[in-house]
């Protein structure tokens, strides 16, 4: 056994990483990485007691070179009477259409794929792919290639429709791969593997970690590549695993083991392309690290992301003893007023239409309450920033309440001011927080807090500038944020290019529709809203922007969503932000 066959079984034994009888896919591109770890896993699954499968996504990014690629994975999958399976779409067409990266449509591709032969996916109507899964024989007879191991599937092939892949993440059908006398195929279950295995390295670990402190991040983006990930389907279950048995191991080790044994790879173009992000990392900041500073900086990144999923687990922990301890979860006043014996039925006067007489009035079901949570104060506030940071971030992730640093900031800020016992702060989605002599308060939105439901309103906008919406009781403010100016999310910036004014705020209207970024495909605003459990009547006064003049207009913002993928502000570009703010302009909402 070769002494890196011997390294990757104990990694993955000691990380318990595979388990006798796993299916595995290895994601195999045809790069070093990839390569090596097949070869590996064709090694050690004697010893591991598993099924292997070999896994290719064509990304169609390099014409030909892509189609090449495919072939020579398909050659090693027959070479080790190996199953194959394998899709393909257009990455560069996907990153267009969504205005995202190419790594970031790749991977979307790449991991829906996964998702799909995980069984992940559930079916949403006419299937928008289909994967060729071949046994691949040593020769037409159906006869196992000597030496190859327990693969423990039967002799008969299958064909697989991928269950739920949709249009978001395939474009087109899925090519079968060409082979002689292919068996005939019949339908088998999506579940069909339940661990997909890839190359990344410790290599891919340094370069994530530098990528993410360049960028901006906090202890849990440290943590970086994670050794495994489970994988859920639509119903929360989990249906499998992808994992990375080679993050202790450098590509140049790799690369030496594929000469040691004779194995070829494919070379691919794109990673010397310095237009991406990794690539220039790769390429420049890494090398001057090693040079110029540590020779090991490398292997002290990948160490750092350990430290930083170790601690993130810690506070997991910790966060989870909070929940029932310091933190005290209670159903919302106006809830507990609610009649006995389960009516959920709250009645809410609707303001009459102009012209129409009188008032009517709407029946609306509450689904979903939040509850409001109630902080012990004086825990908290004694308690070290770092806990009174991750207290007040968990109470909005358990609620969710979408809390970016400067809402935390300013909620810590507000329960430690003198003064403010009483008083309320308000927060996105209409959550308040109330301060108390013994505690902090986190209020759900109440549905009846206004009997009478205003008509609806519209403003215009300027571009800088910022309008107030009293129905609401907040400021809209739209301002250009710098390039290098930091503490803003990048996935809440338009671009300031495709950006054009005036801008209008005003309510949605029945029939709006908006696509925020990761979504996958637009969406009626009320859906949206019903989504979140947005109750009425602040349901009906959600406020919106829009760009552009009356008749020809489309939404670019929508409280508390990102926004639109086709209008997010490209990497290094100037954007703008729309926010929310408090009526006194203090502070974002």
């Given at each position: 056994?070769?002494?890196?066959?011997?390294?990757?079984?104990?990694?993955?034994?000691?990380?318990?990483?595979?388990?006798p009888g796993d299916r595995v896919g290895i994601a195999v591109s045809g790069g070093i990485d990839s390569v090596a770890l097949l070869r590996l896993l064709l090694e050690l699954r004697g010893e591991l007691g598993v099924v292997v499968s070999v896994v290719h996504f064509n990304h169609k990014l390099r014409g030909a070179e892509s189609d090449a690629d495919q072939e020579f994975v398909a050659g090693l999958a027959r070479e080790h009477g190996l199953e194959f399976l394998a899709d393909g779409d257009d990455a560069a067409l996907l990153a267009a259409e969504e205005h995202?990266?190419?790594?970031?449509?790749?991977?979307?591709?790449?991991?829906?794929?996964?998702?799909?032969?995980?069984?992940?996916?559930?079916?949403?109507g006419p299937p928008a792919a289909e994967a060729a899964v071949h046994r691949l024989e040593s020769n037409r007879t159906g006869a196992a290639p000597p030496n190859s191991g327990p693969q423990g599937l039967k002799p008969h092939s299958k064909e697989m429709h991928l269950r739920g892949a949709e249009a978001s993440l395939f474009h087109g059908t899925a090519e079968a791969v060409p082979f002689p006398n292919p068996p005939v195929a019949d339908e088998i279950p999506a579940a069909f593997l339940n661990v997909i295995c890839t190359g990344h390295t410790l290599?891919?670990?340094?370069?994530?970690?530098?990528?993410?402190?360049?960028?901006?991040?906090?202890?849990?983006?440290?943590?970086?590549?994670?050794?495994?990930?489970?994988?859920?389907?639509?119903?929360?279950?989990?249906?499998?695993e992808i994992i990375r048995p080679l993050l202790g191991i450098r590509r140049r080790q790799l690369e030496q083991y594929l000469h040691d044994i004779g194995q070829s790879w494919r070379e691919d173009s794109s990673n010397a392309d310095d237009a991406f992000t990794r690539n220039r990392v790769r390429q420049m900041v890494v090398p001057l690290l090693e040079e110029k500073f540590n020779r090991a900086v490398?292997?002290?990144?990948?160490?750092?992301?350990?430290?930083?999923?170790?601690?993130?687990?810690?506070?997991?922990?910790?966060?989870?003893?909070?929940?029932?301890?310091?933190?005290?979860?209670?159903?919302?006043?106006?809830?507990?007023?609610?009649?006995?014996?389960?009516?959920?039925?709250?009645?809410?006067?609707?303001?009459?239409?102009?012209?129409?007489?009188?008032?009517?009035?709407?029946?609306?079901?509450?689904?979903?309450?939040?509850?409001?949570?109630?902080?012990?104060?004086?825990?908290?506030?004694?308690e070290p920033i770092a806990v009174q940071r991750r207290l007040v971030k968990a109470v909005g992730e358990r609620a969710e309440i979408p809390l970016e640093f400067k809402h935390v900031e300013d909620i810590l800020q507000f329960a430690a001011e003198s003064g403010t016992a009483g008083k309320k702060l308000t927060l996105p989605l209409g959550w308040s927080a109330l301060v108390e002599p013994e505690a902090l308060i986190?209020?759900?939105?109440?549905?009846?807090?206004?009997?009478?439901?205003?008509?609806?309103?519209?403003?215009?906008?300027?571009?800088?500038?910022?309008?107030?919406?009293?129905?609401?009781?907040?400021?809209?403010?739209?301002?250009?944020?710098?390039?290098?100016?930091?503490?803003?999310?990048?996935?809440?910036?338009?671009?300031?290019?495709?950006?054009?004014?005036?801008?209008?705020?005003?309510?949605?209207?029945?029939?709006?529709?908006?696509?925020?970024?990761?979504?996958?495909?637009?969406?009626?605003?009320?859906?949206?809203?019903?989504?979140?459990?947005?109750?009425?009547?602040?349901?009906?006064?959600?406020?919106?922007?829009?760009?552009g003049k009356e008749?020809?207009?489309?939404?670019?913002?929508?409280?508390?969503?990102?926004?639109?993928?086709?209008?997010?502000?490209?990497?290094?570009?100037?954007?703008?932000?729309?926010r929310e703010m408090a009526p006194s302009g203090n502070g974002t909402i």
């Amino acid at each position: 056994m070769h002494s890196l066959d011997q390294r990757v079984l104990s990694h993955i034994r000691r990380q318990e990483l595979l388990q006798p009888g796993d299916r595995v896919g290895i994601a195999v591109s045809g790069g070093i990485d990839s390569v090596a770890l097949l070869r590996l896993l064709l090694e050690l699954r004697g010893e591991l007691g598993v099924v292997v499968s070999v896994v290719h996504f064509n990304h169609k990014l390099r014409g030909a070179e892509s189609d090449a690629d495919q072939e020579f994975v398909a050659g090693l999958a027959r070479e080790h009477g190996l199953e194959f399976l394998a899709d393909g779409d257009d990455a560069a067409l996907l990153a267009a259409e969504e205005h995202i990266s190419l790594e970031t449509a790749a991977r979307e591709l790449r991991y829906g794929f996964f998702r799909c032969l995980l069984g992940a996916e559930e079916d949403v109507g006419p299937p928008a792919a289909e994967a060729a899964v071949h046994r691949l024989e040593s020769n037409r007879t159906g006869a196992a290639p000597p030496n190859s191991g327990p693969q423990g599937l039967k002799p008969h092939s299958k064909e697989m429709h991928l269950r739920g892949a949709e249009a978001s993440l395939f474009h087109g059908t899925a090519e079968a791969v060409p082979f002689p006398n292919p068996p005939v195929a019949d339908e088998i279950p999506a579940a069909f593997l339940n661990v997909i295995c890839t190359g990344h390295t410790l290599d891919d670990q340094a370069e994530t970690v530098l990528m993410r402190v360049i960028r901006g991040t906090g202890l849990r983006g440290l943590g970086a590549i994670y050794p495994r990930i489970a994988v859920e389907d639509d119903e929360g279950e989990v249906c499998g695993e992808i994992i990375r048995p080679l993050l202790g191991i450098r590509r140049r080790q790799l690369e030496q083991y594929l000469h040691d044994i004779g194995q070829s790879w494919r070379e691919d173009s794109s990673n010397a392309d310095d237009a991406f992000t990794r690539n220039r990392v790769r390429q420049m900041v890494v090398p001057l690290l090693e040079e110029k500073f540590n020779r090991a900086v490398s292997e002290n990144l990948a160490e750092l992301a350990e430290i930083a999923r170790g601690e993130e687990d810690y506070w997991e922990n910790e966060v989870a003893g909070w929940m029932g301890t310091v933190v005290q979860w209670a159903e919302p006043e106006w809830r507990r007023g609610l009649a006995a014996g389960g009516d959920s039925l709250v009645q809410i006067q609707r303001a009459a239409s102009e012209g129409s007489e009188g008032s009517a009035v709407e029946t609306e079901t509450v689904e979903g309450v939040a509850m409001d949570a109630s902080v012990d104060r004086r825990w908290l506030l004694g308690e070290p920033i770092a806990v009174q940071r991750r207290l007040v971030k968990a109470v909005g992730e358990r609620a969710e309440i979408p809390l970016e640093f400067k809402h935390v900031e300013d909620i810590l800020q507000f329960a430690a001011e003198s003064g403010t016992a009483g008083k309320k702060l308000t927060l996105p989605l209409g959550w308040s927080a109330l301060v108390e002599p013994e505690a902090l308060i986190f209020l759900a939105p109440d549905p009846r807090r206004e009997k009478i439901i205003p008509h609806d309103y519209e403003y215009e906008l300027e571009l800088p500038g910022r309008v107030s919406v009293p129905e609401i009781g907040s400021v809209i403010e739209a301002l250009r944020v710098t390039a290098d100016e930091a503490g803003y999310n990048p996935e809440h910036l338009l671009d300031g290019v495709l950006l054009r004014g005036p801008l209008r705020v005003r309510n949605w209207r029945a029939g709006d529709r908006f696509w925020p970024a990761h979504s996958k495909a637009p969406k009626k605003i009320k859906e949206l809203l019903q989504d979140r459990h947005v109750a009425q009547p602040e349901r009906r006064l959600w406020p919106v922007v829009l760009m552009g003049k009356e008749g020809g207009d489309q939404i670019v913002w929508v409280r508390g969503f990102a926004v639109p993928a086709r209008l997010r502000v490209k990497a290094e570009q100037a954007g703008v932000l729309i926010r929310e703010m408090a009526p006194s302009g203090n502070g974002t909402i």
